[in-house]
């Protein structure tokens, strides 16, 4: 078992001992999505694979809050950013500007990117470093304007 995915099983006991049914909900949505992943693909994940998926969840909250706030359901949006919040638990520090524009620039530098069209090179090179740390959105336009100007 990797050991982001024992961290999240760890969470789920504190929460069932604190009872606290808030986080042992999110928590449960993401063992039980980390078990969907195993079972369909006949794997055991690995921290990457978990980090990603953890990703993931976070960018599904974060979409269903913007919904929800531009329908008028705050209700619903304020579920959904505690549900962030406990995902983000489980997430590493997120980077500054500073740091993701520097591992930018330093791939720039490895790979030789000139232009738009090394942009998928460039991406490729950078997720692995930027998971679950950054918004690959925001990553993707600093990319765009670091390679187009």
């Given at each position: 078992?990797?050991a982001?995915?024992?961290q999240?099983s760890?969470?789920m006991?504190?929460?069932m001992?604190?009872?606290d049914?808030?986080?042992?909900g ?6 039980a ?5 195993e079972?369909d ?6 921290d990457?694979?978990v980090?990603a998926t953890?990703?993931k969840m976070?960018k599904?909250?974060r979409d269903s809050?913007?919904?929800f706030e531009?329908?008028?359901?705050n ?5 959904e ?5 406990v995902i983000?638990?489980?997430l590493?520090?997120?980077l ?6 520097a591992i930018?620039?330093?791939a720039v530098a ?7 069209q090394?942009m998928g090179?460039?991406?490729a090179?950078?997720k692995p470093?930027l ?5 690959m959105?925001t990553?993707?336009k ?8």
């Open positions: 078992m990797s982001l995915k024992k999240i760890d969470a006991k504190a929460a001992r604190a009872k049914k808030q986080t042992l999110v928590v449960r949505l993401i063992l999505e980390l078990k969907r992943i079972v693909e006949r794997i055991e994940l690995d990457a694979r980090l953890l990703d976070s599904q909250r809050i913007s919904q531009e329908a008028g359901r209700d619903l949006a304020d579920s950013r505690q549900e962030l919040e983000k638990t489980f590493p520090q997120p500054t500007d500073e740091e993701i524009t930018i620039d330093a490895s790979t030789g990117a000139s232009g738009m090394d090179k460039l991406m090179e950078i470093q998971q679950g740390r950054a918004d959105g990553v993707s600093l990319v765009k304007s670091r390679l187009a100007g």
